[in-house]
């Protein structure tokens, strides 16, 4: 089994707003990068049990791009998402509702050709940018 990678972030947002920034499409292609160099320039998502979504990412000189993908297992509005990747993987994402905010938790499998500390760094990137997003 792949070794489990965790990030959390903390931010003063309830957890109803911050839900919807993390699930409607119109924002994700916004914050949904590890660095400043990628962008999505396409985010498909069907967003229920079952449901499948797919963000293209690329870097912004076209040199490199995949398809992230996967689809939902578990969704409880507000609270958590579970979704195995195209390669199972398991993705899973709670929201915790606390009396400053909310307190975003992402684990997930990591994969094997690339390296951990990078993986390790981008899940901390892209949760930065949310924040920075969803603060704006």
Request: glycine content about 6%.
């Amino acid at each position: 089994m792949p070794p489990l990678s965790i990030c959390k972030i903390a931010i003063k947002i309830p957890a109803d707003k911050v839900w919807g920034f993390w699930v409607m499409p119109e924002y994700i292609n916004h914050w949904y990068t590890a660095s400043k160099e990628w962008h999505n320039p396409k985010v498909e998502l069907e967003f229920k049990v079952s449901g499948h979504f797919s963000y293209r990412m690329e870097v912004d000189d076209g040199s490199s791009g995949f398809d992230f993908m996967g689809t939902f297992k578990k969704n409880v509005l507000h609270k958590q998402l579970s979704y195995p990747l195209e390669d199972q993987r398991l993705v899973e994402v709670s929201f915790t509702e606390t009396t400053d905010g909310t307190t975003i938790k992402q684990q997930f499998e990591a994969e094997r050709t690339t390296p951990l500390t990078k993986q390790k760094s981008g899940c901390p990137a892209m949760m930065h940018n949310f924040k920075s997003y969803a603060l704006r």
